[in-house]
């Protein structure tokens, strides 16, 4: 067990619905990592928050959203979905205590979304 | 944009075999790490690089660092069937992944 909670493990969404992705970091951790892993793409980084703010951003479309709240859980909203957003979607923290992780990140055991 | 490339990214190996996984990447970065991701499974931290030179072993496996070269290397030493899985480098402070090399170990 890794320390960092994912919820739901699964969903299953019509297209053009919007649905919250939760994640609960690993205690003390203050950054929070979300990526996107579908067979033919492989492990896409979305975007990093780091104690409340955004940190970097990736290849995150305009249709998704995340933050981080003050108790550094973090939420990834998915709007207007398409078949093609169907992927295992993955959190990780790490401990980042001075802005610039130093350390690994610990992954959850994801969120499996599907869209039909 | 940092881009990240592993190869193989399919491999298959005799046990008892040794070989490596390479992973180049594009920007200077001082920190890398491996993962390792079973079959519809999380990710597993195995190594984490942190400077030019750093190598770490745990086990078969054993990583190294070439941040000059920009370059990371898994090496695998006499591969049993558990080290089959997909592996992963990622890079820099916001931990961008190359595609993953999926290993299988054959008896």
């Known amino acids: 067990d890794s320390g960092v909670t994912q919820t739901p493990k699964h969903l299953i969404t019509a297209t053009g619905q919007r649905v919250t992705l939760r994640c609960s970091p690993r205690s003390g951790d203050l950054s929070v990592y979300w990526y996107q892993q579908s067979l033919d793409q492989g492990l896409q980084f979305l975007i990093q928050y780091y104690n409340g703010e955004e940190r970097a951003k990736g290849n995150i479309l305009e249709r998704f959203s995340a933050q981080q709240f003050p108790d550094l859980h973090s939420e990834l909203n998915l709007s207007s979905l398409e078949l093609g957003d169907s992927a295992l979607y993955f959190c990780?923290?790490?401990?980042?205590?001075?802005?610039?992780?130093?350390?690994?990140?610990?992954f959850g055991q994801g969120t499996r979304l599907t869209v039909v | 944009e940092l881009k990240v490339e592993q190869n193989p990214l399919f491999l298959s190996m005799q046990e008892g075999k040794n070989y490596t996984i390479y992973c180049n990447y594009s920007t200077t970065s001082d920190r890398l790490y491996w993962y390792r991701q079973d079959p519809g499974k999380s990710l597993e931290s195995l190594f984490v690089l942190l400077s030019n030179g750093a190598v770490k072993q745990e086990g078969r496996l054993m990583a190294s660092l070439d941040t000059k070269a920009r370059l990371s290397t898994l090496h695998i030493t006499a591969a049993v069937h558990d080290l089959s899985a997909t592996y992963f480098c990622a890079v820099g402070d916001d931990m961008r992944f190359g595609a993953g090399t999926r290993l299988t170990v054959k008896p």
């Open positions: 990780a923290s790490s401990v980042a205590r001075d802005r610039v992780s130093r350390t690994e990140a610990f």
